[in-house]
């Protein structure tokens, strides 16, 4: 016997219901992570912003003739032997810069992508 305005629960409704649970926990999940990884990317950007000319500096000491002349009197011993000296190696700031130009490819074409993906759920 029914009450009135109740109705049985059918096993297809505990059936939807678990789907619906499972969607909503799994929601939550997507939610939980991206929301984290898109304050860190936030605070990380800023710090990057905060720094931009301070590593533009460092592309043009490297890319102009400073870094050569730095490089050359430190190999002739010219330099302090206590002097920390990570920029003056072949690699660390060639593999810096080169690693900048592609998180930035990467960023501009991931904001492409989403933009266009976008504007393509909108149509």
Not at 45 to 55: F, V
Request: glycine residues 4%.
């Amino acid at each position: 016997m029914q009450d009135s305005g109740q109705h049985d629960i059918t096993n297809e409704d505990v059936k939807y219901r678990e789907t619906q649970i499972e969607r909503i926990c799994r929601m939550e999940e997507i939610l939980d992570k991206s929301g984290k990884t898109v304050r860190d990317l936030q605070e990380a950007l800023e710090r990057y912003i905060a720094l931009e000319e301070e590593i533009r500096d460092l592309e043009l000491y490297y890319t102009g003739g400073q870094w050569q002349k730095d490089f050359t009197d430190d190999e002739a011993g010219k330099l302090p032997r206590d002097l920390k000296r990570d920029v003056l190696s072949e690699d660390a700031v060639y593999d810096f810069l080169t690693l900048r130009d592609e998180l930035i490819d990467t960023t501009r074409k991931t904001f492409l992508k989403n933009a266009e993906q976008e504007r393509t759920d909108y149509e």
